[in-house]
């Protein structure tokens, strides 16, 4: 069954460092997500993303946060300047084009802890 | 913007028991509602959608309802086993058109043997 493959695993960082947290989406996808959890609490949605361009952000991604898609393959977050308050399950997901809703399938999780 | 309300919180049932999840919705434009089910420290996955034009959907042990008049749908379990052990998130989109999924706050569902 494909895949949504996230790297790294697990990252941490010092407090006002910048982190890439990396996706791959699986092949035929189109559309990808990323959504972020923290710990004990409800999935939340981040940023859309489709055709190279964002298609939706929630409040919770203002200017610290942006997202590129830097080659065929590869998604990635970035935030610029990491506060206490990132620390969370950050999750990819992606979905077919000809229905965005069919396969919408999230990748493993990255755990950034911000120290 | 969608509103998702999930209940209960946490739930605890004997093997074999059945389990009902429940979730309402607050934006009558909504119009695909999945569940997934989240182990300890591992992604949401999948086990069952549903679509508005569709009142009821099985799949083996698991089914979702939906009623769209009252926006709620519902998750059932039957026949409970140890490894139905995991927290369960109903979702729904935000809007018409739009990309983004609203979950509920989850459900702990503990299957005791």
């Known amino acids: 069954e494909p895949e949504v493959t996230q790297t790294p695993s697990h990252q941490v960082t010092q407090m006002g460092q910048e982190v890439i947290l990396r996706c791959v989406p699986i092949s035929n996808h189109l559309y990808f997500y990323w959504y972020r959890q923290i710990l004990g609490q409800k999935v939340e949605f981040l940023v859309s993303?489709?055709?190279?361009?964002?298609?939706?952000k929630s409040e919770i991604f203002d200017d610290q946060f942006s997202v590129e898609r830097p080659d065929g393959s590869n998604f990635t977050l970035k935030i610029r300047s990491t506060k206490l308050e990132d620390s969370a399950m950050y999750f990819c997901?992606?979905?077919?084009?000809?229905?965005?809703?069919?396969?919408?399938?999230f990748g493993s999780g990255t755990r950034l802890t911000v120290v | 913007g969608e509103n998702v309300e999930q209940h209960p919180s946490t739930l605890s049932v004997q093997e074999g028991d059945s389990a009902v999840i429940k979730c309402t919705y607050s934006d009558s434009a909504s119009n695909y509602f999945p569940w997934y089910k989240q182990e300890l420290g591992k992604r949401p996955q999948l086990i069952i959608d549903?679509?508005?034009?569709?009142g009821e959907k099985k799949d083996q042990r698991i089914a979702v309802t939906l009623n769209k008049t009252a926006k709620h749908f519902s998750l059932h379990i039957t026949e409970t086993q140890p490894e139905d052990s995991a927290v369960y998130f109903c979702a729904a989109p935000s809007g018409a058109g739009s990309y983004q999924l609203t979950f509920g706050k989850g459900t702990k569902l503990s299957v005791i043997p």
């Open positions: 549903i679509r508005s034009n569709v």
């Open positions: 997901a992606s979905s077919e084009s000809s229905d965005r809703w069919y396969g919408y399938t």
């Open positions: 993303f489709y055709n190279n361009e964002i298609s939706e």
